[in-house]
């Protein structure tokens, strides 16, 4: 099963293109699995320090 996508590609690949460059196939993969991390990081976070909300300080 393909895991969900938290990002909005075009957006992404429109940023990318942008700065003048093309958007590897793999690179939102790769992207999406590195903010899934940082989400994942937060939520520990902010778990480990007795919230429920997750707050801009825990990224």
């Excluded at 969900?4 to 460059?21: A, M, T």
């Excluded at 902010?46 to 825990?58: F, I, L, M, Y």
Aim: glycine share 4%.
């Amino acid at each position: 099963m393909a895991k969900e996508s938290l990002l909005v590609s075009s957006k992404v690949k429109n940023l990318i293109k942008s700065k003048g460059l093309m958007c590897a196939s793999e690179t939102m993969d790769a992207l999406n699995d590195c903010l899934e991390s940082c989400i994942n990081k937060a939520a520990e976070r902010a778990k480990a320090n007795g919230r429920k909300t997750v707050q801009a300080k825990d990224l």
